[in-house]
Structures are given as C-alpha cells and as structure tokens.
C-alpha cells in the first residue's frame, strides 16, 4: 500500500509533490528496496508517468524516461504500455522534446516491440546477482513472482458468438452514433438501444464488442453538465441496467443443466447465424426479390418474431398463426454451413477475443463508472444509479470471488486496485451526505435527500463488501476514506433498526479495522440503551397493576449509565423508591433485595455531585415521610418498614464512611440519622 501511495502522488496537480515522489521511487529502486520486478505489476505507474508529460510544469523528463527504458525491457510492461495506447502517446511527444531526449523515447518504442526470450527476463536475473540494500545471503532471497493462474472467478466469459456482416454493421453504426455530438441522435440511438438492438442481440453480444459499452459509460459523465447533460447520462444508466438484466438472465440459461451439451459447433447456436437461418426458414420477405432478402430480421421496423437477448430464442407462436407460416425448404447441412461461413466474411476472432470484456470486468467497468454520480444533490440520479449497482452487485456475486484478494494474477491485481478506488469513491461519498445531513441545512428537501441517500449508499456499499471482503481481510484492504465511513454507519440508530443484519455486518467490519472507533461505538450504543432503560423504567413505574420486579431492577441498573448525560433527577426519585418498597416486605427474594441494593449503592456513590446529593436528599425525604408524628399516628409502625433499606449495613458503611466527607451530603446524612 506504501508503494501504491506514491504512484499516485505522481498524478498529483503540485509539481513539487509529483517530482518528490518519482525521486523517492527512483532512490527506492537505486538501493533496491523496490525492484523492478514489482514496479511492472503496477499499471497505475505507468498511466501516471503518461501523464507526467501532460501537466503545465514538466521537470524531470529524462528521469521519467530513463525509468521506463529500464522497465519496458519487461514483458509486463509492454503488455501495460500498450493497453494504454503508448505507442500512439510516445509518437506524439516526440517531435515536441529535445533532440536528447528523442533517442530515450525511440528506444522506449522499440522496445515495445522486442519479443522475450524464452530464458527469464533481465530483471529476473538482475534479482539473482545483485544484493538488495541490506546484506543478506542470496541464496535464501525468495523471488515473488506473479502468478499468472486465475483463482478469483466464478464466471468469466460468455461463449463465443461469431455475427454476419449485417449485424455488425448495426453495432457500428449505433457505436458512431453514440459519439456524435448531436443530442437528439445519441438521445435516440440509446432508446434504439433499449426497445430494439438489446433485445434482438444475446446480451453477451456487447462484451464479446464492447465498444458500445464503453460509449455508454463515457455518457455517464455528462451527469454533472450542463442544459440536457444529465438526461443523456440518466438514459446510458438506464441501458447500462436493461444490459445487466438481460446477462443475468443469460448466465442463468448458460449455468442450466438443461442446455450443456459437448457438442462445439463452429457456428454456435445462439449466434446471430444460426437466428438468421431460423429466420430464413420461417418468415417470407416483403420484397420477393432475392436480393432483397435479409439474413436477419430488420433491426428497425421488422415483422414477426426475433430473438431476444433475455435467454430465450424465439417467442412462441399461437396455433394460429404457426397454421400460416410456410414450411421451411430443405437443404443439406453442408450447404448451409457454407452459406454461415460467407456471411462470416473475413473477421478476425482471435483480436477480436483477446479485446472482449469479461463479465467481471464489466462490472468492475460500471462500479468506476457509475458510483461518482453518487456524489449529487439529484435525487433522481442518485435512485437510478443505485438500481443500476443493485444489478451490477447481483452479477459480481454470480462471476467473482471473495478469493480475489490472495488471487495473485495480473488479471486479479487489476480489478483489485479498480477495486479499492470504487470503495475509496464510496467512503468519501458517504462522508459527503453525512456532512451534509450534520450541517445547518436550510432547505428541508436537500436535508431529506442527503440523509436519503446516505442510507441508500451505506446499504449498497455494505451489500458490495458482503459480496466480496471476507471480515477477516477488511483491514488490509479498506481504504481510510470507508473505514471512516464505516463508524458513521455505525452510529446510525434508524438504520440499525430498520437493517439489523446490515448493521452487524458493520460492527464486524469496524472491530476488525479500528479499536478506537470500535470502542467509542461500544460506549456510544451502551449509553443509547441504557436511555432506552430509562424511559421504559420511568413508564413501566408509572403502570397500574402487578409489576415485574426483576425487569424493573435490570432496567434500573442499565439507567443509570446514562444519567450524567441527562441528569434527570425523577428516575432517581423512582429507583429509591423502588429499592425501599422491595426492601420492606420480608416475603420479598433476596437475590432481589441484593440485586436492588447494588443499584442504590451505585447511586450514593455516584462521581456526580448533583446525582450523589439527589440521592441522599430522597432517602431523607424517605425517612421523614415514614417516621414522621403525623404519618405514625395515621398509619401505625408498619409504615416504618419502608427505611429498611437504609438499615443494612453495607448502606450505613456507605454514608458514614463516604457521604459525611462532603459538605452539603454531610448535612443530609446528619438529618436523616437525626430523624
């Protein structure tokens, strides 16, 4: 986690903190307290060290490319160099360096393309020669290596499914309309999306493509613009979720017993193919010419059935209507195998495989994406995007994990570094509405949202960390920003009533990351109880009838934890009063009796000055009601029994040692000894 704190510091807008950390880098791989081998791992390093040559301020130019001549010598690297497009990037900067440093970036762009040799790399080796900073015996160094098995998934990718020159041509041209900065045409390509191309498409359609996708998610940051920004945003949220419906649905039908079969057909059966072959045999054209025919069903407008991308093939045909459908012409099974593969044209799987999306990745795609939107004063953004994660949590339980956090693959270091920025995203969210909940809000409605959505969030962030952090790991892995945000969860009573579950979940998570915060939770929910004890124990007191003494006691007890915060001196009157009425009858349990005195000793010696004097003003009122001329005479000596309690000697220890030391109970102890 260190070295990932000063990765990015290198994205930092100072320039004196980006050029301190790449120095603290660079002196941490000259001593070898970093080797080179685990800077590679890091793709965030290399998207910062980019943009390094994007800021205002440059310095240190020919330290950045230094660093990455030595660091693209690693296969690693080049494979992260270019997922981020550094060919293209390095091609640009070029002709805008000095001649000197034109020969680093060349070097760095041919060594993207330099395959490796079979032995291990430079770095490897490197490793094995040299010692590190402190002396040590080279022969017990363990070299970590990046495991490159992936263990963290439950599902990954769909089947693939290989579509006619048709249907790709209307994802292209729904992808370009995507981008266009016509409103109305992006408007209306997203409803196209929604009623027509999400429905005739498989969903698993647009990660196999998932350039769509990746133009919807980038429409999510226009929810924060300006005039009708945010509809378009809320539109792509709401494809975005007809989508992750559509592959829930379509992992089920993938993960039904019923429908596995070994057979492998080079043309799969719920491939757009093998749709327009079913289409072919059951529907007649409008237009009888044969170059009219479509192979597929006509995306906008067309008759009769289609298929869906919700798992099911086809709709089901009335009696009726199936009586009017011709029957299908006969053709060999060669003929119509040659007929897919020139539909197929020329189209080249094996890129096209390797650029897909997994359904993890998706997920993780839409988790960055979406969960920045929750920082709004929308509440209509804030519903959507929330029931757009709701859906999106479904498919990560399905397809990932929890073993993605000792899962050391570069597929599983990528999502968990994606991973911990969403969480970060989410405490500094949830901090966010509750700071403004805490605040002296004027406008009622922007309250009432913020503690909405704090709620909202707070389920959805939990349900997220029960779905793929074990407890035991939260403190390795949460970022501060949820940890804080866990302990305000924490000390929300409504949403401990309302969620208990939810909320030990929470506590689970927060005894694990912070004994401070635990304990001040512990001692906040102790006091809230022992409030709740007092109001019960002051209404139960006041109710006619037969009473439950032992329950009274107990309430009796857990009260007066809470009484220097309110200092409410008629539950003291009551407690006194209900430890002399135990006191004097003699049928009365002695665990009672001891149970009660307990509580009443607790109140003679209470830290409190006003509590403590409170209590000793009762009992002498006490005694001055019972052994008083007028109250004996009117009711008889059996009336004495009530100062019973103050004979035992565990109390008078109590007085005469403890309650004449001060001045004003020392006054009262004299009274009451008087009387």
């Known amino acids: ?112 393309f330099i395959l490796p040799s079979d032995g291990s790399s430079s770095y490897h080796q490197e490793n094995e020669t040299r010692p590190g900073y402190f002396p040590q015996d080279i022969n017990n160094l363990q070299q970590t290596e990046v495991n490159q098995t992936v263990k963290c998934l439950k599902f990954s990718t769909f089947p693939w499914l290989p579509l006619t020159a048709t249907d790709r041509h209307v994802l292209s041209s729904n992808e370009s309309s995507l981008r266009s900065s016509n409103f109305t045409l992006v408007w209306n390509t997203c409803e196209l999306l929604e009623d027509v191309i999400m429905q005739d498409f498989p969903p698993e359609i647009f990660l196999h493509r998932p350039k769509i996708i990746q133009n919807l998610l980038s429409l999510l940051n226009l929810a924060f613009g300006r005039d009708e920004q945010p509809r378009l945003a809320l539109k792509a949220v709401s494809c975005l979720q007809q989508l992750c419906m559509y592959l829930r649905n379509r992992l089920n039908f993938h993960r039904d017993p019923g429908f596995f079969s070994f057979k492998q057909d080079i043309v799969s059966q719920n491939s757009s193919l093998s749709y327009s072959r079913e289409t ?30 919700d798992g099911q093939d086809w709709d089901t045909l009335s009696s009726s209507e199936s009586s009017t459908v011709p029957r299908p012409s006969i053709h060999s099974p060669l003929d119509m195998v040659q007929t897919d593969l020139r539909e197929l044209e020329i189209e080249d799987t094996l890129e096209l495989q390797f650029q897909q999306l997994s359904l993890p990745q998706f997920c993780i795609s839409v988790l960055e994406s979406a969960v920045p939107l929750l920082r709004t004063n929308s509440t209509q ?62 406008d009622m409605v922007m309250l009432v949202h913020h503690k909405m959505s704090f709620v909202s969030i707070s389920l959805f962030t939990v349900r ?7 407890v035991e790991k939260a403190s390795q892995f949460l970022p501060e920003s949820l940890m804080t945000a866990l302990f305000h969860i924490s000390l929300e009573m409504p949403l401990s009533l309302d969620y208990p579950n939810i909320h030990e979940t929470v506590i689970a998570y927060l005894e694990q990351l912070n004994s401070e915060n635990y304990t001040i939770y512990k001692g906040t929910a102790k006091i809230v109880y022992s409030l709740d004890c ?35 001196f008629p539950l003291i009157k009551k407690i006194i009063c209900l430890c002399s009425n135990i006191w004097k009858s003699a049928q009365t349990s002695p ?85």
């Open 464 to 470: 997220l960390l029960q779905t793929l952090l074990p």
């Open 534 to 568: 007092s109001c019960n124990f002051m209404t139960d007191m006041e109710k006619e009838g037969e009473k439950n003494l032992f329950e009274l006691v107990e309430m009796a007890n857990q009260a007066i934890f809470s009484l220097s915060y309110h200092q409410h």
């Open 591 to 675: 665990l009672l009796q001891e149970e009660i005195q307990k509580v009443f000793l607790r109140l003679l010696s209470y830290p409190l000055l006003p509590v403590k004097a409170e209590s000793y003003h009762c009992c002498l009122e006490i005694v001055q009601n019972c052994l008083g001329i007028n109250t004996v005479a009117i009711s008889g000596h059996s009336v004495s029994h009530e100062v019973n309690f103050l004979l035992h000697p565990k109390v008078l220890y109590e007085m005469c040692t403890f309650g004449l030391q001060e001045s004003k109970d020392g006054v009262l102890v004299g009274n009451i000894w008087r009387m």
């Open 280 to 309: 072919r045999g059951t529907h007649h054209s409008q237009n009888t010419s044969p170059g009219s025919s479509s192979p597929r069903p006509s995306v906008v407008g067309h008759i009769g059935l289609r298929p869906r991308g």
């Open 1 to 112: 986690m260190a070295l990932l704190g000063l990765i990015r510091k290198l994205g930092h807008p100072l320039a004196e903190i980006r050029e301190r950390a790449l120095k603290s880098i660079l002196c941490k791989v000259e001593h070898n307290l970093i080797s080179c081998v685990e800077l590679v791992q890091e793709k965030l390093l290399f998207i910062y060290l980019l943009e390094w040559f994007n800021f205002p301020t440059v310095p240190m130019k020919e330290e950045v490319l230094n660093l990455l001549s030595n660091l693209v010598k690693h296969p690693s690297a080049v494979q992260h160099l270019f997922d981020i497009g550094a060919y293209e990037f390095f091609s640009m900067l070029r002709p805008n360096v000095d001649p000197d440093l034109q020969a680093e970036i060349d070097g760095i762009m041919d060594g993207l």
């Open 381 to 442: 953004i804030t519903v959507q995007v929330l029931e757009l994660l709701a859906e999106v949590v479904i498919l990560i339980r399905d397809s990932l994990s929890e073993d993605i956090w000792d899962d050391n693959s570069l597929f599983a270091l990528d999502l968990k570094l994606k991973l911990f920025v969403v969480m970060d995203s989410l405490g500094e969210t949830i901090s966010y509405h509750k700071n403004n909940v805490n605040s002296e809000e004027p």
